[in-house]
C-alpha cells in the first residue's frame, strides 16, 4: 500500500539531516524547493550573507487575499556527544514503529513542515483557481534564535505581508496563542584581593555576589504575582555563577548569569530597569555590584479574533472533537520574528509534545499527524476555494 502523501514526505525530510549547530540547511531546502517547484510553487531558496549556507526556503501558491503563511523550521537540535547511543533506531533513517515515525527533528519540526507540504500540494493539484496566497516558510535557524532565519527574512523584507499565520510547533494540534520570552543578564562583583591570612584588609566579591543571589530569590518571588492567564509567571533563575581562583586569597571578582523569563506585555526596557534596580538596593559594603550584558529574546501573543482565525479553530474542533485553544506554548518560538509579517493574527499549531522534541528516540505519532494535516486541508480549503 503506498504511504500516505504526508508521511513519505516526513520521511524524505527526516533522511536529509539538518542539524544546528553547524546549521547547514542546503541540502533540506533544495529538496523542498524541488517539491514544491514541481508543484507550480513560485520558490525562492534565501540565506543571509554572512552565513550562506544557512538557507530558507520560500514557496508561494495562489494569488491576491488572503494571505496565508504555513511557516515551519527546517533545522533540528544536533545529535550530541554519545547520544547516538541512547536511541533504540538510526535517528536519521525515519523508522515506523507502532504507528510512529521515529527519528531526529521528525516531530521538530519537521512533522508540521511535512503537513504545511501536503496541504499546499493538495490545493495546487486541485485544479481550480484559488481566492488567495499559500505562503510556505521553511525557515533555517530557529534553533540558535532565529536572527540568522526568520529574523533575518523578515528584516530583508522577504516576507509578504499576511493575513493569518501558522507557525508550526508541538502544540498536540492545539492553537497556542502565546509564549514567554527570555531575558540573559550578567552580574558581576568586584572586590580587593588580598592574602587569605587576613581578609579583612580586602573585599570579598563573592561575599557580595551571595546578597546580590538572594536579592535575585526574592525577587523572583516576587514575580509570581504577576501571572499571565496562559503562559503563567515571570521567572528569574540564577544558573552558573563563577568566582575567586584559590582557597587562601580574598576573591576580588565574581559573575553570575541570570536567564529572566518575561511574559507576554511585558516591556523589555523595563524589565532591564527593574533587574538594575534590585542590584542597585543590594547592600555590598566596599565592593561594586554592576549588571550587564543584556540579551533579549522576545515574547509572543496574538488573539484570535479575525474569521480567518475562528474558522481555524472551527477546523481543529472538528477534527479533534475536543477545545481548540487558544493555549499557551512554553519554550519560545519564530513566532516572535512574525509579528511585523502580519496584519491579521497568529497562532502556533502542530502534532505532538515539545517535551517529545530535543529528546532520544523524538517521534511523531503518525495519527496526530494525519489530524494536523486534515485540519491544514479542510483550513485551506474553505478559506481558498470556499468549500
Ligand atoms: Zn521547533
Request: charged share 20%; proline share 7%.
Amino acid at each position: 500500500m503506498a504511504l500516505p502523501l504526508v508521511q513519505s514526505l516526513l520521511t524524505d525530510l527526516v533522511r536529509i539531516p539538518s542539524p544546528n549547530p553547524p546549521g547547514d540547511t542546503r541540502a533540506i531546502a533544495a529538496h523542498i524547493a524541488a517539491v514544491m517547484s514541481a508543484a507550480g510553487c513560485e520558490t525562492r531558496i534565501l540565506a543571509p550573507p554572512n552565513k550562506p549556507e544557512a538557507q530558507s526556503v520560500i514557496a508561494v501558491w495562489g494569488a491576491g487575499d488572503p494571505v496565508i503563511m504555513l511557516h515551519a523550521h527546517i533545522d533540528t537540535v544536533p545529535i550530541a556527544q554519545n547520544e547516538a547511543q541512547h536511541w533504540s533506531v538510526d535517528p536519521y533513517e525515519a523508522v515506523v514503529r507502532n504507528g510512529k515515525l521515529y527519528g531526529k527533528g521528525s516531530v521538530d519540526d519537521k512533522a508540521p513542515l511535512a503537513a504545511m507540504m501536503t496541504a499546499i500540494l493538495d490545493a495546487a493539484q486541485r485544479g481550480e483557481a484559488p481566492q488567495g496566497t499559500l505562503v510556505l516558510v521553511a525557515a533555517a535557524e530557529e534553533e540558535t534564535g532565529g536572527r540568522l532565519g526568520t529574523r533575518w527574512l523578515a528584516d530583508a523584507g522577504h516576507l509578504p505581508q499576511c493575513d493569518f499565520i501558522i507557525v508550526g510547533e508541538q502544540t498536540h494540534n492545539r492553537a497556542a496563542t502565546a509564549h514567554k520570552g527570555v531575558m540573559r543578564a550578567t552580574v558581576r562583583a568586584t572586590g580587593r584581593s588580598v592574602h587569605a591570612t587576613n581578609p579583612d584588609r580586602g573585599v570579598n566579591a563573592i561575599t557580595a555576589m551571595a546578597r546580590a543571589v538572594l536579592a535575585l530569590e526574592a525577587y523572583h518571588r516576587d514575580l509570581s504575582q504577576r501571572p499571565h492567564p496562559m503562559v503563567g509567571v515571570p521567572t528569574c533563575n540564577v544558573g552558573v555563577i563563577q568566582g575567586g581562583s584559590t582557597a587562601n586569597a580574598v576573591p576580588d571578582s565574581c559573575a553570575v548569569y541570570l536567564d529572566r523569563r518575561m511574559v507576554p506585555r511585558e516591556d523589555p526596557a523595563a524589565v532591564q530597569a527593574e533587574m538594575k534596580a534590585v542590584i542597585e538596593k543590594v547592600q555590598a559594603g566596599e565592593a561594586q555590584l554592576s549588571i550587564g550584558d543584556f540579551q533579549v529574546s522576545n515574547w509572543f501573543e496574538s488573539t484570535v479574533e479575525s474569521p480567518l482565525a475562528k474558522r481555524f479553530l472551527d477546523c481543529i474542533q472538528k477534527e479533534l472533537g475536543a477545545d481548540p485553544g487558544p493555549i499557551g506554548y512554553l519554550p519560545g518560538s519564530d513566532a516572535k520574528h512574525l509579528t511585523g509579517a502580519v496584519r491579521g493574527e497568529m497562532v502556533i499549531f502542530g502534532p505532538g509534545s515539545y517535551e517529545v522534541a530535543h529528546a532520544y528516540d523524538e517521534y511523531v505519532d503518525l495519527r496526530e499527524l494525519q489530524s494536523t494535516t486534515t485540519i491544514l486541508i479542510a483550513f485551506v480549503s474553505q478559506t481558498l476555494f470556499n468549500k
